[in-house]
């Protein structure tokens, strides 16, 4: 998935002060409460954000100084973060919120143009040009905003990165789809993009957001114009 730095960072920085309008309005006792993703509370979505800025914050790092910082220190410490830190109070988590936000853009500000084409490893384990680290954020802070389930839909996605959305998730998933299953997605105004290997008339189209909301199982595909069988979707991440 290739975006421009500069790009990616705008809409990390757009995604994050929505992210943060959003936090600073909810009461108190909003943090305990479920999120759109099943098993987690707002404060454990939360905490994931912050603990994931630091996280890309050590990819910049090993772009930056050439040693190697992986995300995480070992598999499990993702997990063990996030529950130790689910339950702080409202306060506190919208400070990390804020907080981890300025040190992932400092990290980011600090690199030279020959840093970002240095390789770094993400959390998948696949090889990244430091470059990627950018887009990665943006991705979590836009559709986590939704999952925070506060009244934002996927619909609030800028139009631009909706459709890189479309584009990455499609591709991920294109090597995941069995042989004649896929679709052909079409957005106006934009060059069609080829999920899986579809059958000849297969066509699901609509507006971007709403086909990164199917693609990533934030919503079915009420909002699409599909022509054909529709194809069946792996989980996203």
Not at 192 to 209: E, F, I, N, Q, R
Request: hydrophobic fraction near 45%; aromatic fraction near 6%.
């Amino acid at each position: 998935m290739t975006v421009p730095v500069v790009r990616s960072q705008a809409w990390v920085e757009a995604g994050q002060l929505a992210l943060q309008q959003a936090v600073d309005a909810l009461p108190a006792d909003a943090v305990t409460e479920p999120s759109a993703l099943p098993g987690w509370t707002r404060g454990h979505l939360l905490t994931h954000l912050a603990r994931n800025a630091d996280a890309l914050v050590n990819l910049l790092t090993w772009a930056r100084t050439g040693i190697r910082t992986p995300m995480y220190a070992s598999p499990d410490q993702r997990a063990t973060d996030i529950e130790a830190g689910a339950g702080r109070p409202l306060a506190e988590q919208r400070d990390d919120v804020r907080e981890s936000a300025a040190r992932f853009r400092k990290a980011a500000q600090s690199l030279s143009a020959d840093a970002w084409s240095a390789t770094v490893v993400s959390a998948q384990g696949r090889e990244i040009p430091a470059s990627e680290v950018p887009w990665l954020r943006a991705r979590e802070v836009w559709i986590h905003l939704v999952d925070l389930h506060v009244g934002v839909g996927m619909d609030a996605l800028p139009p631009g990165f909706a459709w890189a959305l479309v584009r990455d998730v499609a591709g991920w998933m294109s090597a995941r789809l069995g042989p004649g299953v896929g679709a052909e997605l079409s957005a106006d105004g934009h060059d069609t993009v080829v999920l899986g290997t579809p059958a000849p008339g297969v066509t699901v189209g609509g507006p971007p957001y709403a086909l990164a909301a199917w693609l990533t199982g934030r919503s079915g595909a009420g909002e699409l114009h599909v022509t054909g069988e529709l194809p069946e979707l792996p989980r996203w991440l």
